[in-house]
């Protein structure tokens, strides 16, 4: 069954302080690796797709990176307006087309 | 390009009523996929159309149905709801549903 992990669960940041939240996955084949930044109240806000180990993709203070297990979101020198849920999801080869399976989510506060 | 729209924003019913969602997807995006968004439970697919089709179903009842216009804009609808169906609703459209899926802002529903 495929699943996904997001830790920590929540992370309190200072201002600059730089830091990584882990997102490990099971699937039998995966299609696609998902990071999303979702604010109260709002829906998901799509940042990366990644699609094979070794990748990595990178936007402004955030760089999400790929192994066959896991991946990485990286935030470097973060802001107060980095702070969020972040959530991460995956798409199976064998499993249906249109189906995400999302972690829990890890919610990021960043203190000025 | 305008993104994902969700109708209505915010819904109050009481047990036993049913409530219909719409959702627009992006222009060019054939693919509609609909999930439910509880603090216990966090994302959890409900079901995925394309091309007025539904391709695949999470494990929901039956309460839960949508639908798909050749416009491509979907309704979900929930018969007889309950206290627990109480959630945020999200909506996500992609190209062909393989491929990354934007959300749009969510229906909040409470039941009473």
């Known amino acids: 069954e495929d699943q996904v992990t997001q830790s920590p669960e929540a992370l309190r940041l200072q201002e600059g302080e730089s830091s990584s939240l882990n997102c490990s996955y099971t699937v039998s084949g995966l299609r696609g690796l998902f990071w999303y930044r979702q604010d109260p109240g709002k829906g998901p806000e799509f940042l990366f797709t990644l699609y094979s180990a070794g990748e990595e993709k990178e936007k402004e203070r955030l760089k999400a990176t790929l192994t066959k297990k896991e991946s990485f979101l990286h935030i470097t020198a973060p802001k107060p307006e980095d702070s969020a849920t972040y959530l991460c999801a995956v798409q199976d080869y064998g499993g249906s087309q249109g189906n995400l399976i999302f972690g829990k989510g890890t919610k990021l506060s960043v203190k000025p | 390009k305008a993104g994902v729209t969700q109708t209505p924003r915010y819904l109050i019913k009481t047990r036993g009523q049913q409530v219909t969602l719409s959702c627009s997807p992006i222009s060019g995006h054939r693919s509609v996929s609909w999930y439910q968004q509880t603090p216990g439970q966090g994302l959890q697919f409900l079901f995925e159309?394309?091309?007025?089709?539904?391709?695949n179903k999470g494990n929901f009842p039956g309460r839960f149905s949508g639908r798909q216009f050749s416009n491509s804009r979907s309704e979900m609808n929930v018969s007889t709801l309950e206290l627990g169906d109480s959630a945020l609703y999200l909506c996500?459209?992609?190209?062909?549903?393989?491929?990354?899926?934007?959300f749009g802002p969510g229906t909040r529903l409470t039941v009473l």
């Open positions: 996500a459209s992609s190209l062909g549903g393989q491929d990354t899926q934007y």
């Open positions: 159309y394309f091309s007025e089709t539904q391709r």
